[in-house]
T-cell receptor, first 106, second 115 residues
Framework: KNEVEQSPQNLTAQEGEFITINCSYS?????LHWLQQHPGGGIVSLFM???GKKKHGRLIATINIQEKHSSLHITASHPRDSAVYIC????????FGTGTSLTVIP | DGGITQSPKYLFRKEGQNVTLSCEQN?????MYWYRQDPGQGLRLIYY???????QKGDIAEGYSVSREKKESFPLTVTSAQKNPTAFYLC??????????????FGPGTRLTVL
C-alpha cells in the first residue's frame, strides 16, 4: 500500500504545452513537497506547501487538504523541464511517491 | 556555497564486502537522512538522525548501519548482510526532523553496484 500515489507515471509533451501532475495521499500531513530529480540523480526541492497555492516562474503547485490532493502545473513547457517529479508528504515521517517521468519534446 | 556532498558518485564492490558511503553537509542542519531509491519505487528511508550521537531506524534499516559523531557528517555502511545492496543512495538534511515547515536538501547521490 502506497501512502502517496502519483499520476501519470510517465508523460510526454510537446514544447509549449501545459502540464499537470497529480498527487494523492492517504495519511495526515503537515506539509507536502514537490521535488524534481534530473537524469543525473540529484534532487531539488521545488515547493513546500501546506495550503492553497504557490507559484515560481512557470511552475504552480496547489494543494487541497480536505481532498488530500495536490497538483503540479508547468506552463509553457520546455525540454529542460524533462525530469522526474516526485511528490513527498510529511506526516509522522516522510512518504514519497514513485515519481512522474516527464519528457518534453522540442 | 552551502550544501550536501556525497562521495563517491559511483561505487563498485564485490559481494560480501562492507562499504561506507560518505555524506557531509555544511548547512548547519541538525537532522540528516539516508534514502534508497530503486527503479520504479519511491524513496525509502533507511536511517535518520535528529542530532549528534543519535539516530533512528527507518523503514528498511536491516543490513545497514550509520554513525553521527559530528553534526556535519552522517556516513552509511552497507554491510554484507544487506541482501540486495545495488541501488541509488541519497543523503538529505533539514533543520529539524518532522517539522512541517521545513524542507529537505538532497545530496547528488551515490550509485552503488555490487558485483
Amino acid at each position: 500500500k502506497n501512502e502517496v500515489e502519483q499520476s501519470p507515471q510517465n508523460l510526454t509533451a510537446q514544447e509549449g504545452e501545459f502540464i499537470t501532475i497529480n498527487c494523492s495521499y492517504s495519511v495526515g500531513i503537515s506539509a507536502l513537497h514537490w521535488l524534481q530529480q534530473h537524469p543525473g540523480g540529484g534532487i531539488v526541492s521545488l515547493f513546500m506547501l501546506s495550503s492553497g497555492k504557490k507559484k515560481h516562474g512557470r511552475l504552480i503547485a496547489t494543494i487541497n487538504i480536505q481532498e488530500k490532493h495536490s497538483s503540479l502545473h508547468i506552463t509553457a513547457s520546455h525540454p529542460r523541464d524533462s525530469a522526474v517529479y516526485i511528490c513527498a508528504v510529511i506526516g509522522n515521517q516522510f512518504y514519497f511517491g514513485t515519481g512522474t517521468s516527464l519528457t518534453v519534446i522540442p | 556555497d552551502g550544501g550536501i556532498t556525497q562521495s563517491p558518485k559511483y561505487l563498485f564492490r564485490k559481494e560480501g564486502q562492507n562499504v561506507t558511503l560518505s555524506c557531509e553537509q555544511n548547512l548547519n542542519h541538525d537532522a540528516m537522512y539516508w534514502y534508497r531509491q530503486d527503479p520504479g519505487q519511491g524513496l525509502r528511508l533507511i536511517y535518520y538522525s535528529q542530532i549528534v550521537n543519535d539516530f533512528q531506524k527507518g523503514d528498511i534499516a536491516e543490513g545497514y548501519s550509520v554513525s553521527r559523531e559530528k553534526k556535519e557528517s552522517f556516513p552509511l555502511t552497507v554491510t554484507s548482510a544487506q541482501k540486495n545492496p545495488t541501488a541509488f543512495y541519497l543523503c538529505a538534511s533539514s533543520r529539524e526532523v518532522g517539522q512541517g515547515s521545513d524542507t529537505q536538501y538532497f545530496g547528488p547521490g551515490t550509485r552503488l553496484t555490487v558485483l
